[in-house]
């Protein structure tokens, strides 16, 4: 191929354009998240799964003295609590279930 075709044609191409990520915002757990993450410690996971590797993590976070989470994190321990619901408490649950109507 021409080298000169071969420059226009790299020259035409159009820059890729990489998605934009929205920003990681950490905010205080509440109590009844913090009460959840600490009830996930007592539950029976399969081995090798995501959802024991996410509990593992908030349940050393709510452990921390000012606990933090995002809002994927949050969305996401109420799906492993509902998951996992017959291993929990049944307060945690309950109350889980009102935090999610509200």
Known sequence: ???YLREFIEASKPEP????????VWRAMTDIERTAC???A???????TGAKRLARSLTAQAAQPAPEITDAQASALWSI???????IPAEVVRS???????
Do not use: D, K, Y
């Not at 354009?17 to 990681?24: D, G, I, L």
């Open 38 to 40: 600490t009830a996930l």
């Open 81 to 87: 609590v509902h998951r996992f619901r017959r291993q």
């Open 42 to 48: 007592r539950v029976s996971f399969p081995p090798g």
């Open 96 to 102: 889980a279930l009102e935090s999610a109507r509200t």
């Open 1 to 3: 191929m021409n080298p």
């Open 17 to 24: 354009v990489r998605p934009t990520r929205r920003p990681v």
